[in-house]
């Protein structure tokens, strides 16, 4: 299924970014390299809305709350930026979600610092009609297969708004531990965040066998780890 779901959006599909060449595959999902293609085939998912209810579950400034076509043009905007802002002091690796060759998502990996300190954290959407069915823990336990695995992290961090029950579900069920409480806002309004910690060692204990790794190698060069 996995790699079924590589192969939907083109086989043999290269690009000469290293980044955007990336893919981790679980027996679930594929995450792919966040090529314009196929962020492409997931505005119409951020056109339709992604966050559709009460408690609203991103921080400002965020995108997802701005009306349509403003929406998707400040999403994109966002990405192409963070794509572009790639150096030892800071990445951020975006990934689109595939599920069963469908773009449903993206699941994001970031580093500050990451050759001194080894930490990382992460960031996710699904959309709506995925949500409730195990795909966020499978999400994220791939990215975390990336980073641990791939790139050698140390421990990885997670945070979310305390009424955010299912990424913190989530981040409880792969083995993170509560690392203190915070305050942000969301839409202009002050809101209590629950932050996470996950250790190498944790992830250690319940790490999986049966997730892949693609194009590690030459990308490290470009995160500045080679």
């Not at 999902?29 to 579950?57: F, I, K, M, N, Q």
Request: net charge negative; proline share 6%; charged share 25%.
């Amino acid at each position: 299924m996995a790699a079924g779901a590589a192969r939907a959006y083109g086989p043999g599909v290269s690009h000469s970014y290293p980044p955007l060449n990336l893919e981790v595959r679980t027996p679930r999902l594929t995450l792919a390299g966040a090529s314009d293609e196929l962020l492409e085939r997931l505005v119409p998912t951020v056109r339709a809305g992604v966050a559709d209810a009460e408690p609203w579950p991103f921080d400002d400034p965020s995108s997802f709350y701005q009306d349509s076509p403003d929406r998707e043009w400040r999403w994109l905007r966002a990405v192409w930026a963070g794509r572009g802002r790639v150096n030892e002091s800071f990445w951020r690796l975006y990934f689109v979600v595939l599920l069963d060759g469908e773009p449903v998502g993206m699941q994001d990996l970031i580093g500050v610092d990451f050759a001194k300190y080894g930490t990382v954290t992460s960031f996710s959407w699904l959309a709506p009609g995925h949500r409730g069915h195990g795909l966020g823990a499978e999400m994220r336990a791939a990215v975390l297969h990336l980073a641990f695995a791939g790139l050698g992290a140390r421990e990885a961090e997670s945070d979310a708004f305390a009424d955010n029950r299912a990424s913190n579900k989530v981040s409880r069920s792969l083995g993170y531990r509560p690392n203190g409480t915070t305050w942000d806002t969301r839409r202009g309004e002050a809101a209590p965040i629950q932050r996470w910690l996950l250790t190498r060692a944790a992830w250690e204990q319940a790490r999986r066998t049966d997730i892949e790794l693609l194009g590690v190698e030459e990308c490290l060069p470009v995160l500045g780890l080679a």
